[in-house]
């Protein structure tokens, strides 16, 4: 992306503030490679990121290098760092893969970089090995929730339930109204575990060392009140009858399709299928919002959130002070306002001081009071356990239709995911 593309991009306020902002801080000099994965957003992403950077920094030279993304690029990932031939700053995922590349060896900590009081301690928890912060956000997070109809719900007179009876209530009141009241999509099975994974935030609410236990093989889900509510919920939803008659052959797509135009009430799901309802159905954008998926209490409301992926430094860069200029660049309020206007805004960042277009879906403002000050959020267990039994899906499909009761499921899940610690080799397992 050339100079000129960007000022274009950019716009002029933008640009205006980047440029500011360079006058008032020490210019850099030298050279970064950086390594990013193929997806299109990703992409378009650091190349904004690295031409606003020189924009500012002049007699910095910067090369980008592409990956390809899943397994693939895990391993490459994998082989560039025990080599030692790892980009200066590269991108990779939080969370479980995280640990998997052997952080405390591979990675320059960032713990004490000034940036960092801004970066939210959420996300900080998922970056962390060995008392150390070592990465940054590459991207706003993403909410596990339910998507909802605002028409819908207008028409009904109903408000956002902050607790599991309200919104079965509102269900009711739903079904009594000819409409469906659950939207479920079953022929893409993975749509199925939105009810048990995205209840995370509620069973850290009572068993705040729930994943630590988990992963020691000292929890259980069908042993532990709070994580086995999840697929009590899945199971009490489809008792009642609020799903979609088509609940076992409708797609991922008929879901984001049927939430938008008002076929369904609710959808629970991860919130990146705003983009898709951007992409199928435009005029429909605004019609859906979005709430967190309640517990039991409204005092302890809050949103299980997905984190991004995030941008780290090679331990044995050759220039490391720059590295950490460019990755205190992109967790900045300016590095959030250059991504904003190369992809757009999809989600709440992670970072204190960035702001989002006040054009942004509903869905994705709604996701907004869960980050501010006085929110609420918490990492799903994937970000804070390596431990995910790869059947859960599967085993959810049963609760949803009727054949497995919720206890029996949560016991066939931990089976589920005995085998997989013992894969990755955990102790205690």
């Not at 629970?268 to 967190?292: K, Q, R």
């Amino acid at each position: 992306m050339t100079k000129t593309k960007l000022i274009a991009l950019m716009g002029a306020s933008t640009l205006g503030m980047l440029m500011t902002a360079s006058a008032v801080q020490a210019q850099q000099s030298g050279y970064l490679s950086i390594l990013v994965d193929n997806g299109p957003q990703s992409i378009a992403t650091m190349e904004a990121w690295a031409e606003a950077y020189k924009a500012m920094n002049p007699d910095v030279t910067i090369d980008i290098e592409v990956r390809p993304g899943g397994g693939e690029g895990d391993n490459i990932v994998k082989t560039r760092l025990a080599t030692g031939a790892m980009a200066d700053v590269f991108s990779y995922n939080s969370g479980s893969l995280f640990q998997a590349i052997n952080p405390t060896q591979n990675l320059l900590p960032l713990t004490d970089e000034a940036f960092q009081d801004g970066v939210q301690d959420s996300f900080k928890s998922v970056v962390s090995a060995g008392g150390e912060v070592y990465g940054a956000p590459f991207a706003p997070a993403m909410g596990g929730g339910i998507f909802y109809n605002k028409p819908i719900y207008e028409e009904l007179g109903l408000e956002i339930p902050t607790t599991w009876d309200e919104f079965m209530a509102n269900n009711e009141a739903i079904k009594e109204a000819g409409k469906v009241a659950v939207i479920q999509t079953y022929a893409d099975t993975w749509t199925s575990q939105l009810f048990v994974l995205s209840d995370f935030y509620n069973v850290l609410a009572e068993e705040p060392d729930f994943a630590e236990k988990f992963t020691a093989n000292e929890a259980k889900f069908a042993t532990t009140p709070a994580a086995l509510r999840g697929f009590e919920k899945l199971q009490e939803v489809a008792e009642a009858g609020y799903f979609n008659a088509d609940f076992g052959a409708a797609t991922y797509a008929d879901g984001v399709r049927m939430i938008a135009m008002g076929e369904g009430a609710h959808y629970p799901m991860l919130t990146f299928a705003v983009g898709a309802i951007a992409e199928t159905a435009p005029d429909y954008l605004d019609d859906v919002g979005f709430f967190a998926q309640p517990g039991d209490s409204a005092e302890n409301n809050g949103l299980t959130t997905w984190m991004p992926d995030s941008v780290y430094v090679a331990a044995n860069t050759a220039s490391p002070d720059l590295a950490k200029d460019f990755v205190a660049f992109i967790a900045s309020p300016e590095g959030c306002d250059v991504r904003n206007e190369a992809v757009g805004a999809t989600g709440p960042y992670m970072v204190a001081g960035c702001e989002l277009p006040a054009d942004v879906p509903p869905s994705v403002s709604d996701m907004l009071p869960y980050f501010q000050e006085g929110g609420q959020n918490a990492p799903a267990l994937e970000f804070l356990s390596p431990v995910k039994g790869p059947a859960l899906e599967q085993i959810l499909v049963e609760v949803g239709t009727g054949s497995r009761d919720a206890a029996s499921a949560a016991a066939l899940y931990d089976e589920d995911v005995r085998k997989q610690a013992q894969q990755l080799g955990l102790e205690g397992w």
